[in-house]
């Protein structure tokens, strides 16, 4: 596969290889926005979807860290990655506030993982998004394409205020690609930051596949923050290719403290290095898109002992 319009890998990097590239960056370790846990029966349904790729996206999706929870925890530790997320999101009605209880209470037991939590739009989300907040909810998820719901819905208005109000981003994959929804584009998504100019938002994937329309959200708006999710991998590259003419703005934008490492492990048919080497090619400010960035976004209270 090409390895895309830039400067191609001239040595593979190695998972094992990246506390040496931390050390290197000076940086003590990533934070990682975009990671998945979930219940184990879910994770597992979430796999065979995976396993019939061909069907759902037309191309084979192997995942690379199809392993116990324990195990892929301690990957995530030795590369070195220091904070993650546990991102859950329904695709239908009452399953959020079961997977945001779940999802607090693995980050209870794991304090390494940014509590995390998701909604969903019914009568009750208002009920218990406060009550993730008070939980310690540091990031909510949506999956527009996946929830198959519009983001203006009138049941999400008190949520998207109370989520703003409470200064917790949102990360959304609201872009059409690898697969486009109903609601998803910078539409639906757009009227609801114009709606709430307060609210932080993480437009997941680097906003594929409507790369130009979301860089421009994330330059102009404040508030708002790309997540690197996938995006520039030889992967990626084939199904929903980045254009190099816009790489110069994404780099501006990590100069900015505006683009946030993601990764989607352990869903991924590649390994975690592969991500990172892309990003490097791409002369992103990797201090900023690593470390710094999301450091301030979650909290320097929090991280404060480790910047
Ligand atoms: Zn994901």
Redesign the pocket.
């Known amino acids: 596969m090409p390895s895309g319009p830039w400067r191609p890998h001239d040595e593979v990097l190695t998972d094992e290889a990246l506390p040496t590239l931390w050390e290197k960056l000076g940086i003590p370790g990533v934070v990682d926005v975009?990671t998945?846990f979930l219940p184990e029966p879910v994770m597992r349904s979430v796999w065979r979807y995976f396993d019939d790729a061909a069907v759902n996206y037309g191309v084979h999706w192997p995942i690379e860290y199809r392993s116990a929870d324990d195990v892929r925890l301690a990957h995530l530790r030795r590369m070195g990655v220091r904070r993650f997320t546990a991102?859950v999101y329904a695709h239908k009605p009452v399953m959020a506030q079961w997977l945001s209880q779940w999802a607090l209470d693995f980050a209870e037991d794991v304090p390494d993982c940014i509590p995390t939590a998701t909604f969903y739009p019914e009568p009750s989300a208002g009920a218990y998004v406060m009550s993730a907040l008070e939980r310690g909810a540091r990031v909510f998820k949506v999956h527009l394409q996946v929830g198959d719901f519009d983001p203006r819905d009138p049941l999400l208005d008190d949520v998207w205020g109370m989520v703003a109000e409470a200064g917790i981003p949102v990360l959304i994959?609201c872009g059409s690609a690898p697969l486009p929804g109903r609601f998803t584009g910078p539409g639906p998504i757009g009227e609801v930051m114009t709606r709430h100019p307060g609210l932080k938002v993480i437009i997941?994937h680097l906003g594929a596949g409507e790369f130009e329309q979301f860089l421009g959200m994330a330059k102009s708006r404040p508030n708002t923050w790309l997540d690197t999710?996938m995006g520039l991998t030889d992967f990626m590259q084939e199904l929903e290719p980045f254009p190099g003419s816009l790489l110069p703005r994404l780099r501006h934008l990590s100069e900015q403290g505006r683009v946030l490492f993601g990764s989607?492990f352990p869903?991924i048919p590649y390994s975690y290095a592969h991500q990172i080497q892309v990003l490097l090619d791409a002369g992103l400010d990797m201090p900023e898109v690593l470390w710094r960035a999301p450091a301030r976004l979650f909290g320097a209270d929090q991280y404060s002992g480790l910047l």
Do not use: S
């Open positions: 975009h998945h991102l994959h997941a999710t989607d869903n």
